[in-house]
């Protein structure tokens, strides 16, 4: 479930309680906490609601000006059900404390390996981990599409990837293009320290 930037302040200000969403069935479930460019975002009780029963209230606590401007924001599916969905900022991402760690300690490092080796053996690619980490690494703010060009890699699967070591804290990523976060390049430099 994608927002918007401005959506999202929102919802961290706490001025944006609600989302609409038009589907054919439920694209996430209560409970969830969704990872978003804010921190993490949790997700109410998840109802379905009828066009007419959307009041001009619930459409400025989603975020826009009266029901009108909400409903033009739907790109009108056949047969889609309307989601009407409560939201709350929940906390930091959890990714960001993690990735700024300069220390590892024998035993995380060792997980953080494992966890590593478990990505390059169920790719049907072959190991790429150390190859992603070392040309993020040489080439900070490159975009996806510059990286796959360089490793011929396709772009898509590039960028699913790379949030795999971004969720370990290993990579950050930018609007545009991505790094190595501290605790990757200390990652890295116990790995060449091993050779």
């Known amino acids: 479930m994608l927002f918007k930037e401005i959506h999202l302040a929102g919802i961290k200000s706490g001025k944006i309680t609600l989302a609409f969403r ?7 479930k209560s409970g969830t906490l969704l990872k978003t ?5 949790e997700i109410g009780a998840i109802e379905t609601v009828d066009e007419s029963a ?5 459409a400025v606590s989603a975020g826009f000006k009266d029901k009108t401007q909400l409903l033009k924001s739907f ?20 990714r960001i404390k993690l990735r700024e760690r300069t220390e590892l300690s024998e035993e995380q490092f060792v997980q953080l390996k494992i966890k590593i080796a478990r990505l390059d053996t169920f790719s049907k690619q072959g ?9 993020i690494k040489e080439n900070p703010n490159l975009h996806a599409i510059g990286i796959a060009r360089l490793l011929g890699f396709e772009k898509e699967w590039l960028k ?3 949030r795999k070591l971004k969720n370990l804290g290993l990579t950050i990523s930018h609007t545009v293009g991505y790094e190595i976060s501290p605790l990757g390049e200390q990652f890295i430099q116990l790995l060449e320290a091993e050779e």
Do not use: C, M
Request: proline share 6%; net charge positive; glycine share 2%.
């Open 22 to 28: 038009q589907w054919k069935q439920a694209a996430v």
């Open 37 to 41: 460019s804010v921190g993490l975002v």
């Open 54 to 58: 959307i009041t001009d209230q619930e």
């Open 75 to 94: 790109r009108q599916y056949h047969l889609a059900t309307i989601f009407r969905i409560p939201v709350r900022y929940h906390s930091e991402d959890p």
């Open 127 to 135: 190991p790429w981990t150390r190859l992603i980490l070392s040309t």
């Open 160 to 162: 699913l990837n790379i």
